[in-house]
């Protein structure tokens, strides 16, 4: 450790910091970045920002958010500060999220068991419902929960081909906040991230510190190796793969390019898919159809349905019935919001224990169910001091933070959730860490999570590309992009 001084000197002490102790010291990971940004100084550092901008701005790494109805692109700030992550932190992350991961793909086949379940079965009920692990309504009542998506995944196929856990690091260590497992985004603007900040601060990515730095460009071999280990059982030979996207309007239009360049593989939107004679389908490429056997589904699969394909059938129907026939697998499978639901988190502990016979590698936050009497009941008179989310929210939409609420706000929210409390959970707020941000050409602590990526294949293997998403406004607890938040490279250090 190192007192701190230059870019750090006013910098707060602060036992919730990554980089700077409570003792005022600078912790040994960040010693190579606060000696590059000292040698940039207030001037440099504020020209290196704008030179990030610039060059992002110039290769459109952009997201997209829905205001009013239409669809703007923004730029996906990005700080030329680097998260550091320690060796022994990433080690029982990855652990805890492979382990969570495998635990919740069990979950769905137990839901979607091959071959369904007939009213008339005596175990129609998931295995883990009947044991009392979950109770029923957190299966049935779930508004991710799609009965048709049985026939929708070929037999053993995982029905989690990429996971991306929502992690904060608190008081006690990394917690799990939130699972995303049907469409989730990030491991492009990893990749960009990592680009970006090379190409801007050079000088601190050829130091030796940074020598052993894990690689996010290496997620793209691993992302590709778990797509072909999804390719169904008709598939004769090296499976040909595709990225399903809506195209342009999606939010994420950007990282779908990426990743479609970077695994070698075409785009794939509704207007290009056509069907095989085999029962198969096949997407149009320079004027010449070939037939594709998984697809890396990257847009909702309620848009599915809305979607035509030029012979005009419905793009779920064309795909539905290629997966039944065993010419077509998607990553992901339809109807996995059942499993990434914020009733469903709170069952995640107990489903690895049920499932795994493990215990938990990472705690998930304390989480009170509204719809259960005895847990709405618990926290009715504590709504100003958790944090309230709908059960079916995403991207940060519809958190109200108990303790930031007005006397008018937080009596609208009791309102709320007093008429309809199947809609909403409550959880414990978490004192989650704060990274150095440049701020105004200043260096100032602003709160952060880290998006980490898993991906089952034959095994289930975490990518070595998390994504860092900061709050950029002093206080703000909300790091969605769609909310301004912005990002940082993550460096996952080596073990020393």
């Not at 608190?170 to 469409?183: H, K, T, Y």
């Not at 489903?351 to 509204?370: A, K």
Request: proline letters at 9%.
């Amino acid at each position: 450790m190192t007192d701190t001084a230059g870019v750090f000197a006013r910098y707060p002490a602060s036992s919730g910091d990554e980089a700077v102790g409570p003792d005022g010291v600078l912790r040994s990971g960040y010693e190579p970045v606060a000696r590059a940004l000292d040698e940039l100084g207030g001037v440099g550092l504020a020209a290196v920002v704008g030179e990030i901008a610039r060059e992002r701005r110039t290769r459109g790494v952009v997201f997209g958010t829905f205001v009013d109805g239409r669809l703007e692109e923004r730029p996906f700030p990005l700080c030329p500060v680097p998260r550091v992550v320690p060796a022994a932190d990433w080690e029982r992350v990855a652990r805890g999220v492979e382990q969570r991961t495998r635990a919740l793909n069990a979950f769905l086949d137990d839901v979607y068991r091959p071959g369904g379940r007939r009213r008339t079965d005596a175990d129609r009920e998931p295995e883990v419902v009947r044991a009392g692990v979950v109770p029923p309504w957190v299966v049935t009542a779930s508004p991710g929960h799609r009965p048709g998506a049985v026939g929708l995944a070929w037999s053993g196929q995982r029905r989690i081909t990429v996971a991306g856990l929502d992690l904060l690091q608190g008081p006690d260590g990394w917690v799990v906040l939130e699972d995303n497992l049907r469409v989730p985004s990030g491991i492009g603007y990893a990749i960009s991230n990592r680009d970006s900040a090379a190409a801007a601060l050079p000088g601190l990515y050829r130091c030796e510190r940074a020598a052993g730095l894990a690689d996010p460009h290496e997620a793209v071999d691993v992302l590709r190796a778990a797509l072909v280990d999804a390719a169904p059982p008709g598939c004769d030979g090296t499976p040909q793969l595709g990225l399903l996207t809506d195209g342009r309007h999606n939010t994420a239009w950007f990282e779908h390019r990426l990743l479609a360049e970077a695994m070698g593989i075409p785009i794939v939107t509704p207007d290009t898919l056509w069907p095989t004679p085999a029962g198969g389908v096949a997407v149009q490429v320079d004027g010449e159809r070939v037939p594709v056997h998984v697809l890396y589904r990257r847009f909702d699969e309620a848009a599915l349905a809305a979607h035509l394909t030029p012979t005009g059938t419905p793009v779920d129907v064309l795909l539905g019935e290629a997966v039944r026939l065993g010419q077509l697998a998607l990553a992901n499978v339809p109807g996995n919001g059942v499993a990434d639901d914020k009733a469903t988190y709170r069952y995640v502990p107990e489903m690895i224990r049920f499932y795994l016979g493990e215990e938990p590698v990472l705690p998930s936050v304390p989480t009170w169910l509204l719809a259960d009497p005895a847990d709405h009941a618990a926290v009715r008179d504590r709504l100003h001091e958790l944090v309230i989310k709908p059960v079916d929210g995403y991207g940060g939409q519809g958190v109200v933070f108990g303790p930031l609420c007005s006397t008018a706000e937080l009596a609208e929210l009791e309102a709320q959730v007093a008429a309809t409390p199947h809609r909403f959970v409550a959880q414990q707020p978490v004192d989650f860490t704060t990274v150095p941000t440049v701020i105004d050409g200043l260096v100032a602590p602003r709160h952060a999570d880290l998006r980490v990526f898993a991906v089952a294949g034959t095994r289930t293997r975490t990518l070595p590309a998390p994504l860092t998403r900061v709050a950029l406004t002093e206080g703000s607890l909300l790091v969605n992009s769609s909310r301004g938040g912005g990002s940082k490279d993550t460096w996952v250090l080596p073990p020393s």
